[in-house]
């Protein structure tokens, strides 16, 4: 009986494998912040927001690809929607803590951000094909697409060039009793809020 060890490679289409490049770059992302923590050096930094990027190129291909191929599947759109998580909900919110957004109210709303990410996403996977109607794709999303996030990372990028990361991050810090907040962070509850929203809707290219 032949091996079955490499049946899920063998299953992935090029598009499934450009997909795999936009999680490689969000992971990438994840271990440049880690390591800006531990170095301060602020290339790392630098690395970790222009990975976003990288990763949004990848994410555009395999759609592209997939359409160009004509071949899309359920296991290819769920690919897609983990590899978005990384790349666009996990990896800004791990920039962002490394950045300086560590006070602990500050974690909870980088925490309730992925959380709406993984949620919009979710949404998506469940209602595309009744917003679809028959067609190809679907007319427009529902929310705010999560690889928008990346204009959180381009602010965050921006604050490092001029030296209002870490204990100089811009607008401060606000302490509530024991409890830290950067009012910076609202960059991130607000986006939050966009990509969960129901009444908006931004028609899809």
């Not at 899309?72 to 990384?86: F, K, P, T, W, Y």
């Not at 409890?179 to 969960?196: D, S, W």
Request: net charge positive; charged share 15%.
């Amino acid at each position: 009986m032949p091996p079955r060890h490499f049946s899920l490679l063998r299953a992935f289409t090029l598009a499934d494998f450009l997909t795999l490049g936009n999680a490689a770059c969000g992971m990438a992302a994840i271990f440049a912040a880690i390591s800006y923590v531990e170095t301060a050096a602020i290339g790392h930094l630098y690395l970790a927001a222009a990975l976003g990027p990288a990763a949004f190129v990848f994410d555009a291909l395999d759609g592209k690809v997939a359409r160009w191929r004509q071949k899309h599947s359920a296991m290819g759109r769920e690919l897609d929607s983990l590899a978005d998580v990384i790349s666009f909900g996990v990896a800004p919110a791990v920039i962002a803590y490394a950045a300086g957004l560590r006070g602990v109210l500050d974690c909870v709303v980088l925490i309730v951000f992925v959380a709406c990410g993984v949620s919009r996403l979710a949404r998506y996977n469940v209602t595309a094909e009744t917003l679809a109607a028959g067609a190809d794709k679907v007319p427009y999303f529902e929310g705010a697409p999560i690889p928008t996030s990346l204009w959180l990372t381009g602010v965050i990028t921006l604050l490092a060039v001029n030296g209002r990361v870490a204990e100089r991050m811009w607008l401060g810090r606000v302490e509530l009793g024991p409890m830290v907040l950067h009012p910076m962070v609202a960059i991130f509850a607000l986006h939050a809020a966009l990509m969960v929203s129901k009444t908006l809707h931004i028609p899809k290219p």
